[in-house]
């Protein structure tokens, strides 16, 4: 196997000595591939956010060592999408209320960039931008008309509070490379993080140019008593209803007989 | 200890919680309340939103009044057929409100409306007792008797048609008041997260007249029935009982309630409810507060409604 990978790279290698340097780029190219280290994560009832780790490879670098920096990943990870609506206040009678409403369909429930270096030194906007990397590249589909000039202000606060939730999250510095071609990141997915498939997009550049990307998935769900009385809750809400109320007796009951016997 | 609530899909800290419960417990076994006036809103001061938290303490109500329930049932203070036209009324109300939580919810505005009704209930009921705490002390300070009500006379609840013996309280009146009356904590219930004994109690001994000795027993009855048709109708209408959440609760609740009990004891009548006044003015003010200050965040995301 290493045999024939390393003759093709001296047959390419030799070829593209006699070609245009644009087919030198598209064969010998560097490609990446990755991994996470747990496919299916569960919450659990003591569940306060998980972190897992993603490790891939760089094939055919030409890094020598990871301080040479000579590749730059952006890392793209999103969660399942989810229908939200969006509200904002005003005051009316010197009370603040909720005056308008607007529905979004697909919305990234998470959604979060970890890179080597913050990915605007690592590539040019347009091309970010067709990659889908940044903040401002996420797609949020409004459903309702807007007034003049809200649409921005209404999509900007669903980033800046699911920032602040920790559900939209960037990692500037959070892909490090371990060898010449190994490198490694950690997703943080915080407690209030939806469950469903996620999607990790690896985008590997060099020298601001894009070189190769690579898809994988992972898969969050509820596990245990946690996903039990979701669960329950969601799917027969009348029993679960009752045995919150069944319960509810027994605890009243049970603490009166204990506190009896003082 | 971090415990993940499924219902309310957040973190908390589990001794914050149980910590919570215990001294809202405690409060409610000294001062003698059910104490969900003041654990709806601690929940909401801590991030539990409005809907889940007026859910999972009627949930909790269920618990701490239970108890209560069966000690006076045992020393035969339930007016059962009072309490069951109550309960027809009641139930009626807390059908109603979770319907109206359920709306409400889909147009954005119930946590204002929580917060409005808390503000209302605590502001005129906690500036009554203060005013008849105060004067109670005044009186007794200066020397004179305190006036005892005057019972037996008659008012226009009599001339209401419909009416029914109820032997145990000794009454003979018209079914409507009671069935209204019953609604009405009913709707408090589902709306509030209460068990409604601060409008049940006085309505019961000023309008109703009906015998001091009867009264408490015949609302804890009521509570019971009440909170736990409106934990399942929220249950069931809007999933937003959070067992984990009242579970905690409950625990710290009892516990806090028997040390409650001994230091209310110890205490004077008059200067408890004073105390109670100033406390349940001081969490009607930071609602308020709520309301009219500028949030820091305007807008506001939530889940859509309809889809499941």
Redesign the interface.
Known sequence: MRGGVCGATVLIAALSFALSSLALAQDSRESVEADVSTRRIA???????VRILLFGAVENSTQTAPEDGLYDLAIVIEGPR?????????KVA?????TE?N?YKAVPSYYAIISTRPVDEIARPQLLKWLGIGFDQIKLLAVGKFEEGEEK??RE??I???E?QGLYRKAEHGVAFIGSSLFRATIDLP??VSVGEFSARVHLFRNGAYLNSYNTQLNLQ?EGF?RL??TF??EY??F??????I???L???A??AI?KRD | MQIYLPIAELSVNAFVILGMGGAVGFLSGMFGVGGGFLMTPLLIFSGIPSSVAVATEANQIVASSVSGAVAQWQRNNVDIKLGTVLLIGGIAGAILGVQIVKVLRELGQVDLIIALSYVTFLGTIGTLMLIESLNAIRKSRAGEPVAARKSGQHNWIHGLPFKMRFKRSKLYISAIPPLLLGAFVGLLAAIMGVGGGFVMVPAMIYLLRVPTNVVVGTSLFQIVFVTAVTTILHATQNQTVDAVLAMMLMVGGVIGAQFGVRVGQRLRGEQLRALLAILVLGVCARLAYNLVAMPGELYSIGPAFGGH
Not at chain 1, 82 to 90: A, F, M, P, W, Y
Not at chain 1, 94 to 98: K, L, R, S
Not at chain 1, 240 to 245: E, K, Q
């Open positions: 919450i659990e009832s003591d569940f306060s956010g989810e229908e939200l609506i969006v509200r904002r206040k005003s010197g009370i603040w209320v909720n409403a529905p202000n209404f606060s669903i800046r509070i699911k602040t407690a209030n509820r946690e009385v979701y809750a969601f809400p009348f679960y209803g009752v045995a919150a109320v319960l509810a007796v605890a009243g009951l603490a009166t506190f």
